[in-house]
């Protein structure tokens, strides 16, 4: 068994700092979330449907996009190890917004 949580993000709050204890699926529900991590050079754009694995001992610090945001926080459970950054689709998700659109 999982354990899930969801979380609100106003567009008006700080970004929000996390430290992972284990690995974590981050799931957006609903509006855009921006994403990053202590000591990766690249800021990260998630829309509705869209996934990223936390991994364990990271420092990710999140914001929400001008309408807010709703998301869910999963255990990795026995898959952390094996899953990456991962989006809706299954199609790799860990390209900076600028690039996506290329």
Known sequence: MRE??????GH???AAAW???QPLILQVLAGEVWLTLEGDAE???????QSFCLPR???????????????AVSSA?????????????GSWNWLPRWMQAA
Do not use: C, K, N
């Open 4 to 9: 899930i949580r969801t979380f609100e993000l």
């Open 12 to 14: 008006d709050e700080p």
């Open 19 to 21: 430290r992972v204890a």
């Open 43 to 49: 800021d990260y754009w998630l829309a509705h449907g």
């Open 57 to 71: 001992d990271a420092v990710a610090w999140l914001s929400a996009g001008r309408d807010g945001a709703r998301v």
């Open 77 to 89: 459970g026995g898959r952390g190890a094996a899953m990456q950054r991962v989006s809706r689709a």
